[in-house]
């Protein structure tokens, strides 16, 4: 009796960080997956973290809001591991600013990458999805989506997401397609570090005050993120779409 195929995952922005994390819980949970980074040589590690572990990975270079190389990109994972039933859309940049000092690359370069490159590789994905009866998308959306000062682009690229979510979920649940959000508080990332330092702050000075004012009094680690992830992929998460989960170690932000 042969094996059946495992289920293939892209998850975007996977080199590091939240996207690192999340590729090696699916790849534990049994998926093949798709490690997507702008670099392809930056996807490295975390393909050979998932292949020491004895499971299936594929590093892909591509820059998520650029059409082509997103269809290049799935074409060549539909080649090489399957067809890509799940999608993580995690990949995810910065530019924060106050309004009034915010330049039009920063805008534009944030929507690029979270709305332009989440649109692009749901469409992209999506036909793998119908064609299979079954699907999942899990956005990466943020407690910023609620408003976060000197975060007009990110906050509401985070907020989009969520209406992107919710409208994935009515369009294609008739398709066995689930699609949920994740909204993660503060996470212990080289993203969140990289902020402490343009701020002037100690990191662990900085981690230990974000720490204090969360209800579970810890900062996020990105396995925390993952953990959500892997539930909204799971097959008993079938009955699950639409949602958006604020991981944040309590109510507040």
Known sequence: MSETPARVAIVTGAARGIGAATALRLAADGLAVAVIDLDESSTAGTVQAIQAAGGRALGVGADVGDAEQVQAAVDRVAAELGPPVVLVNNAGVTRDNMLFKMTDADWDLVMHVHLRGS???????????????????????????????????????????????????????????????????????????????????????????????????????????????????????????????????????
């Open 119 to 253: 649109f692009l590789m749901t469409r992209a994905c999506q036909k793998y999805m119908v064609d299979a009866t079954w699907g999942r998308v899990v956005n990466l959306s943020s407690t910023s989506a609620l408003g976060n000062r000197g975060q007009a682009n990110y906050a509401t690229a985070k907020a989009g997401l969520q209406g992107f979510t919710k409208t994935l979920a009515v369009e294609l649940g008739k398709f066995g397609v689930t699609a949920n959000a994740v909204a993660p508080g503060f996470i212990q990332t080289e993203m969140t570090k990289a902020t402490a330092e343009r701020i002037g702050r100690d990191w662990q000075e900085y981690v230990a005050e974000r720490a204090a004012a969360i209800p579970v009094a810890r900062a996020g680690v990105p396995e925390d993120i993952a953990h959500t992830v892997s539930f909204f992929v799971s097959e008993g998460a079938g009955f699950v779409s639409g949602q958006v989960v604020y991981v944040a170690g309590g109510p507040r932000t």
